[in-house]
């Protein structure tokens, strides 16, 4: 398969189990290279896990998870994938300036970088502050800004929007498809399913099992609902009939 045709990300007979706990039940499913994909399902559902499965953290019983073709978490394609966890991972008495700088020389990134990212997150005027005085949206901002540093071609943002007001959660949308349009592939989770109208196709979620693989649109035009937590519901209506 040619490079630009492979997908981003690879997902085969993913089983996680923990403790008496069966997390992830057998998921099959592939992420197109330069899409934003939506990760939605209820809280609770095994979002987080399987991304910690993405990004290569997390123990998986059986199955394979491939990211750029490499096995999830090797180091052939650890600097290829940038990861965003729930909490913004920085530090809080730096300055959004200084958390780049810092994150860039652990990545060996250029200083040239800090610049740049300080644009695409939209950060400038904000640069100097210390990341404790930011709002939740200007720090979400800043840990974005650290996984962007290395140029990933793969980014896995877990919640990335949770908590922020309708305006921010705009901004930070419009950041991911600035990124989507120049190539970068990202696997997106949320809870709120109205974000499902966001992105170029939709993994769907509930209890640690995947409903269905589909696009926005096809969402609707499947279960006749325009709004996507009703197309959602419904979906899941639609599974417990058996139809």
């Known amino acids: 398969m040619s490079a630009s045709t492979e997908p981003a990300i690879a997902v ?5 189990i923990r403790g ?6 057998g998921l099959d499913f592939t992420v197109a290279r330069g899409r934003i994909t939506g990760l939605l399902g209820p809280s609770g559902c095994g979002k ?8 290569g953290v997390q123990i998986i019983e059986s199955g394979k998870v491939l990211v750029l073709g490499e ?3 090797s180091y052939d394609v650890r600097s290829s994938a940038g990861y965003v966890t729930q909490a913004p991972a920085v530090y809080m008495d730096l300055t959004a300036r200084e958390n780049l700088r810092y994150f860039a020389r652990v990545l060996g990134a250029p200083v040239t970088r800090i610049d740049e990212v300080l644009q695409t ?4 005027p904000h640069a100097d502050r210390p990341v404790r005085n930011l709002s939740g949206g200007q720090r979400a901002r800043v840990s974005l800004g650290t996984a962007l540093l290395g140029e990933p071609d793969v980014l ?8 922020l007001d309708p305006v921010l959660r705009e901004d930070l949308w419009g950041t991911f498809r600035g990124l989507a349009d120049g190539d970068t592939t990202l696997l997106v989770s949320s809870h709120v399913m ?7 196709d939709l993994l769907l979620m509930r209890e640690g099992r995947l409903l269905a693989q589909i696009t926005p649109r096809e969402l609707s035009k499947r279960t006749g609902e325009q709004d ?3 197309a959602f519901l419904r979906l899941i209506e639609r599974e417990g009939k058996g139809a």
Not at 48 to 55: A, F, N, P
Not at 121 to 124: A, E, S
Not at 194 to 200: G, S, T, Y
Request: net charge negative; charged share 25%.
């Open 12 to 16: 085969e007979g993913l089983n996680v």
């Open 121 to 124: 997150v939209q950060l400038g």
């Open 156 to 163: 896995v943002l877990d919640e990335p929007t949770v908590g």
């Open 71 to 73: 096995a999830a978490g």
């Open 48 to 55: 987080t896990t399987l991304m910690r499965c993405v990004v």
């Open 228 to 230: 996507m937590e009703q």
């Open 194 to 200: 109205d974000e499902a109208a966001r992105c170029d």
């Open 20 to 25: 008496d706990n069966h997390v992830l039940h």
